[in-house]
């Protein structure tokens, strides 16, 4: 029993039977403490702010009887557990006695009270309310106890599914990442043979993932002999020395497709330091391959492009006194003589000679061109004659031409050219004859397409399409066809020099060339070349030379020119047609013969790259004494097109060399003259 006092309370609406209670129990039970109460209603209220031990109920009461107040207690969870003991009188009926008991009360005790039976009912009922607490903490405590774990447990459950779903996220990241860097990982356990793939290792091999990784012997026929070796030698390295190890092999799927891989195998270890598995990655390479391999290329060009650019300079210099000279000396002899025809066969291999450099020069982008809206159609339908008779009668020629082509702005004379080494290619490739379509169409590309094409950009474009079904060529003679000099035509069939002058013109008209092509499969050559916008058309023109020019009267010139033969030649030819020649080795000296004249100079003829000041240099410095000279800058090799740009801006000539005598007269007089001059000389008349 617990120390707490036992207490009780008594209720009776006669007040002497609570006096004798009292008597009774502070002899009987000293230990108790007693509560009493008049009423049912006091009963209650008392109940509830004092939760006793032991509750003696009168039955017959005014207002609440003692059934409604047992039946209240019984009813409230908390109180329940307090033993009622009903005070009945003597003649109790049974009826009363039964339905006391219903209303669930503990026990009886008769008035007057007899001190024996109310110690052993207090004693009895003390051990029920004991029972009683000790079931309801042990219950209460079991539901706290519950109610803790549910607690704990609805967070515990709540943290694992945020952990969950980090880990979902964390996987798709991952995912993503891979599907972006193309980038897969895989897992084999050598005991088991267990093989894992990601997503991404799926997705490279193009195989579905309920199928399930490839297994060995499905991934050879994948592979070439060479790089399924590859492979072995990878595992077989990590599993002999424990460490990691990386290659590339060449994936062949299906449908032609192919995939370069860099794959890397590091070993997994026991605690015995024995390899159990293999883990690694593979990844599809074959863009940055692709891209490596377009860097490489280009800058291989541009080296050989410097390279060819150079000499062909210094052979244009060399071969325009060949030919000037040639000139100069013709005049001395009188024709049929025998040095008269030896001068002229020098005259006319020079003339080859600097055909040849030109060539080189369309290659490294150094020639000058003069540029003009035109109609790539319109050089197509002029070229069909010469067309015909190149590829003779075995070959069927299909012009497919755009009615609503675009126009481009470039150069007619190479664009000739470019057609004409076409064909003339597709011609060679098809020795039995066969089939050549030559198609022209406007192309507007989107970034999204430009990825598809190799060295694309977004943009409006006319392609020309020149398709044959001939030998076609295998993946060598494609690396390497755009170099000047590469053939694989017999000695004296081919130059090599074809597709290295289309590369320049095309490269210097800022547009790009894809080619289709493969061993017995024919061969598709796209050109692609910027369209001009209508608007645009109108602010291009090109200037034409007409073969005519009127001689000088005194008018006074400029010479500044390097080298000592050009320049003793050019003013020889020009004091011959009577105008008033200074010469000057540089720039510098030109400048000082310039201020000697006090500016009084008609038109300055320059070269353009000169040791000290260069030619625009020279021009811009005379052009602030003098602003109404005329200049010519000459020049057999562009540093770039911009040079020409910067002159034609400046209103300066330009006059690539090697020139003919003809046609230098013609520049000279046009721009002392002005336009529209007086008697008109023909060149032939002199
Ligand atoms: P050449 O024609 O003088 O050999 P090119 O520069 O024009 O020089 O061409 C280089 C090489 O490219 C050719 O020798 C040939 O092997 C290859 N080639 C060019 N066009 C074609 C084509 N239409 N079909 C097959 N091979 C071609
Ligand atoms: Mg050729």
């Not at 593979?282 to 291989?300: A, G, M, N, P």
């Not at 000592?564 to 020009?574: E, F, P, T």
Request: aromatic share 6%.
């Amino acid at each position: 029993m617990p120390d707490k006092k036992l207490q009780i309370l008594a209720v009776d609406d006669n007040k002497d039977n609570l006096t004798t209670l009292r008597a009774v129990l502070a002899d009987a039970l000293p230990e108790a403490e007693l509560l009493t109460a008049m009423s049912g209603a006091e009963c209650l209220e008392l109940v509830k702010a004092k939760e006793p031990d032991l509750i003696f109920l009168d039955i017959i009461m005014p207002g609440m009887d003692g059934f409604s107040v047992c039946s209240k207690l019984k009813g409230n969870s908390r109180l329940r557990n307090i033993p009622v003991v009903f005070l009945t009188a003597l003649r109790t009926s049974k009826e009363d006695r039964i339905r006391a008991l219903e209303t669930g009360a503990e026990g009886f005790l008769s008035k007057p009270v007899d001190a024996v039976e109310l110690t052993a009912q207090v004693r009895a009922m003390a051990k029920i309310r004991y029972a009683n607490n000790y079931e309801k903490s042990r219950k209460e405590q079991l539901e706290l106890l519950v109610a803790e774990r549910t607690v704990s447990l609805k967070k515990e459950l709540a943290e694992r599914r945020a952990a969950q779903e980090k880990l979902k996220k964390n996987e798709a990241n991952l995912n993503e990442a891979q599907k972006i860097a193309n980038l897969g990982n895989w897992e084999y356990e050598i005991g088991s043979g267990r093989l894992e793939w990601s997503d991404e290792v799926y997705r490279i091999f193009g195989r579905e993932k309920r199928q399930g990784p490839a297994k060995r012997d499905e991934l050879r026929k994948f592979l070439s002999p060479q790089d399924d070796r590859v492979l072995s030698e990878l595992a077989s390295n990590v599993l002999r020395t424990g460490k990691g190890c990386e290659g590339e092999v060449l994936l062949n799927l299906h449908g032609g497709k192919s995939k370069v891989l860099r794959v890397i195998i590091s070993p997994e270890k026991d605690g015995a330091e024995n390899v159990i598995a293999l883990k690694g990655i593979v990844q599809d390479v074959t863009r940055s391959k692709e891209f490596e391999k377009f860097i490489l290329q280009t800058k291989k060009m541009e080296a050989i492009g410097s390279l060819t650019g150079g000499i062909a300079h210094d052979f244009n210099n060399l071969l325009a006194v060949i030919i000037g000279y040639s000139d100069v000396a013709l005049k001395f002899t009188s024709k049929g003589s025998a040095i008269g025809e030896s001068v002229t066969e020098i005259k006319k291999s020079a003339e080859k000679a600097a055909a040849l450099t030109s060539q080189l020069l369309a290659f490294s982008r150094k020639q000058p061109i003069s540029r003009a809206v035109m109609s790539l159609n319109a050089s197509i339908t002029d070229l069909n004659k010469i067309l015909g008779r190149i590829i003779g009668e075995d070959i069927d020629l299909k012009l497919v031409l755009e009615p609503n082509l675009k126009n481009v702005f470039a150069d007619r004379g190479q664009i000739d050219q470019i057609i004409i080494n076409l064909v003339t290619n597709s011609h060679g490739a098809m020795p039995n004859g066969g089939k050549l379509t030559i198609k022209t169409e406007n192309v507007k590309l989107e970034q999204n397409a430009c990825v598809k094409i190799p060295e694309a950009r977004p943009g409006d474009f006319v392609c020309v399409t020149v398709k044959d079904t001939g030998v076609g060529m295998n993946k060598e003679v494609l690396d390497h066809l755009f170099e000047p000099y590469f053939t694989t035509k017999p000695l004296g069939k081919g130059t090599g020099l074809g597709l290295s002058v289309i590369y320049g013109i095309v490269k210097q008209l800022e547009g790009w060339i894809n080619i289709y092509s493969a061993a017995g499969k024919g061969t598709e050559f796209k050109v692609f070349l910027p369209s001009v916008a209508l608007e645009r058309e109108l602010d291009l023109k090109s200037e034409k030379f007409k073969g005519e020019f009127e001689i000088g009267n005194g008018q006074t010139i400029l010479i500044a020119e390097d080298e000592k033969v050009i320049r003793d030649m050019v003013c020889r030819q020009l004091e011959e047609k009577m105008y008033t020649v200074f010469c000057a080795k540089d720039g510098q000296e030109a400048l000082k013969i310039f201020k000697k004249q006090e500016g009084k100079i008609d038109l300055l003829f320059t070269d353009s790259v000169m040791p000290g000041l260069k030619g625009m240099q020279l021009a811009k410095k005379l052009k602030a004494i003098n602003p109404s000279i005329k200049v010519i800058i000459s020049s057999g090799y562009l540093d770039d097109k911009s040079s020409v740009e910067e002159a034609e801006k400046e209103g300066y000539v330009f006059l690539p060399k090697p020139y003919e005598i003809r046609e230098m007269f013609a520049k000279v007089s046009s721009l002392i003259n002005g336009k529209g001059g007086q008697e008109k000389q023909s060149g032939e008349k002199r």
